[in-house]
């Protein structure tokens, strides 16, 4: 098993308030073909860590401290010009919002095909044969190259998204909450999508998510956030049947289960100290 | 039997939407497609349905904020949808909703004593000594404090909003309250906690809910009975014990078995 990403005491802070740890000390790693879950709730640093990679950080927010170890190259000591070689190309990334991903005035297929012609400088028939195929291996009629991104439906979107992101076979792929618009079916059909997808190219799968129920289906390797740090991570059997952490346990009290067993608990904030619990 | 607090008989509502190109088209969309449904004074019914399935038009057409095209909507043997403006205004005392967004629907420029109390001041319940005392319960009922009052909305977390909406909606004393989507844009442990105030103030204030929700985990926990919608059409309901175990429709098959996390189902019970 090769380790394909290892991140090493990332931080991140505003660069207004360098004291403010937003991301504090995070550290995992992420092998080839393999799927790792960060989970947390809004505020818990998941979508900047994931930003962080990438070095997409806004410019009000820096990395202070970590090492970003992707393919034996830390990331995170290499400048602008050398990330854009590596961001669409080695790394993949899709985002929530398909609508607001996709720019409305160009046709999806152009969309598509950009990166290709970017990093493989394909043309021609050559790119346009690829995206054709791009197209079919996520369930679009090869037909709608030359749709718009608001003729296709939000699960169609979604696809096209995640055509763009696979293009040029990245090693890794992060996908930041890619279902949470969707509906329960459509998402079932991304999420069983992105799986295949992985298992084909090799990919290794950086998931960022909420939702504990996603989490089941597709993670190997959970990491579960809270205030900016890790408090818990292992594989997905481990964090899920037998979590460590008291905020792990009380965050999987407040998941509702479909057979409606469980007694749904308010969270407990207890082992936290009094001045950190909120209110 | 009398225990039906709010029924509603075939309604029909349909929408005109701009089609094509540039919107020169005409699609006619039915987005509530003959939908009769009952509810049991004191029970949860949830209807449940994907985005475009009409579950947000029934939530407003129920309360007659929008018009139907036909149909009739009995609350205590009286037909809403054939009130006067006057009489219904009446009657929305005792109907009220939770909407889904607590960051858009409470006015950014009206305080929460203002927000909370503006239904009683509307129908003039009590003295205004009576109606500061109630905002004041009722805020202490949901978890805020009477100092809350003099605060605006842009103050408060999304889960104290949603707070904030609760005691709009339920200083007036309702009976039926509809609830669109109350949770869905919550953290989840903000969920629970909301889940668990909505049932213990059902309980207490013996409300009847119609809950319009996407999320069937949740429906799973808060409902009594569930109503599935596709296409404006309301295609099965039952209780919702029984319509998990066994659902009758392929659609409603397919909807449950999407359901993330059943590869784990029995995610631990602490």
Redesign the interface.
């Known amino acids: 098993m090769s380790e394909l990403l290892k991140i090493e005491g990332l931080t991140v802070t505003p660069v207004a308030a360098p004291a403010k740890l937003l991301v504090n000390d995070v550290s995992f790693s992420l092998a080839s073909g393999k799927t790792t879950c960060i989970v947390g709730?809004?505020g818990s640093g998941k979508s900047l860590t994931a930003l962080s990679i990438m070095g997409l950080l806004s410019k009000q927010l820096q990395r202070t401290q970590g090492r970003v170890i992707f393919q034996g190259q830390d990331l995170a000591a290499l400048d602008n010009e050398q990330l854009r070689q590596i961001r669409g190309r080695k790394i993949g990334m899709i985002f929530q919002e398909p609508m607001t991903s996709l720019n409305p005035v160009l046709k999806v297929g152009y969309q598509i095909g950009e990166s290709l012609a970017v990093h493989l400088g394909l043309k021609g028939q050559a790119l346009h044969s690829r995206v054709a195929q791009l197209l079919e291996q996520v369930g679009i009629p090869p037909s709608r190259t030359n749709s718009y991104p608001d003729e296709l439906s939000?699960g169609q979107r979604q696809r096209v998204m995640i055509a763009m992101s696979i293009a040029c076979e990245p090693a890794m792929l992060i996908a930041d909450e890619p279902t949470t618009a969707l509906?329960?079916?459509?998402?079932?059909q991304i999420?069983q999508l992105l799986d295949e997808l992985r298992c084909r190219l090799d990919m290794g799968m950086l998931f960022i998510t909420?939702?504990?129920?996603?989490?089941?289906?597709i993670a190997d390797d959970v990491v579960v956030m809270f205030r900016g740090q890790i408090v818990e991570s292992g594989p997905?059997?481990q964090v899920?049947?037998?979590?460590q952490h008291p905020y792990t346990?009380?965050?999987?009290?407040?998941?509702?289960?479909?057979?409606?067993?469980?007694p749904?608990?308010?969270?407990d904030y207890s082992w936290l100290n009094e001045e950190e619990a909120p209110a | 039997m009398s225990d039906i607090i709010l029924s509603a008989r075939h309604l029909h509502k349909t929408y005109r939407q701009r089609s094509g190109r540039f919107g020169f088209g005409n699609t006619i969309i039915k987005a509530l497609d003959d939908v009769s449904i009952d509810l049991r004074a004191g029970s949860t019914l949830a209807v449940v349905g994907?985005?475009g399935s009409g579950k947000s038009t029934l939530a407003r057409c129920l309360l007659q904020l929008q018009p139907l095209d036909s149909g009739e909507i009995l609350f205590q043997g009286r037909d809403l949808a054939k009130m006067s403006a006057k009489a219904l205004r009446h009657e929305r005392r005792h109907l009220q909703m939770i909407f889904q967004d607590p960051f858009a629907s409470l006015n950014p420029r009206m305080k929460v004593g203002e927000i909370v109390g503006e239904g009683l001041l509307i129908h003039r319940l009590g003295s205004l000594e009576q109606q500061r005392a109630k905002v004041v319960s009722m805020l202490k009922r949901v978890g805020l404090e009477e100092s809350d009052m003099q605060k605006y909305p842009h103050e408060f977390s999304g889960g104290q909003r949603q707070r904030i909406g609760i005691a709009r909606a339920l200083v007036l004393e309702p009976k039926v309250v509809v609830c669109d989507e109350p949770v869905s844009a919550l953290?989840?442990?903000?969920?629970?906690?909301i889940?668990?105030l909505l049932k213990e103030l059902q309980q207490e204030m013996s409300l009847s809910y119609i809950f319009i929700s996407?999320?069937?985990?949740?429906v799973?926990?808060i409902a009594d009975e569930v109503a599935v919608m596709h296409n404006g059409r309301l295609i099965e309901q039952g209780r919702?014990?029984e319509v998990?175990a066994a659902p009758r429709e392929q659609y409603t098959q397919?909807?449950?078995?999407?359901?993330?996390?059943?590869?784990?189902?029995a995610?631990?019970?602490?």
């Open positions: 709730e809004s939000g509906d329960v079916t459509v998402q079932a999420l909420h939702d504990f129920g996603v989490v089941a289906d997905v059997d899920l049947h037998n979590p346990r009380a965050l999987l009290a407040c998941v509702p289960d479909t057979e409606g067993k469980k749904l608990r308010p969270i | 994907e985005s953290d989840v442990s903000i969920q629970a906690q889940l668990l996407h999320d069937l985990r949740v799973r926990h919702v014990g998990y397919n909807l449950l078995k999407s359901i993330p996390g059943r590869k784990h189902a995610v631990q019970h602490v």
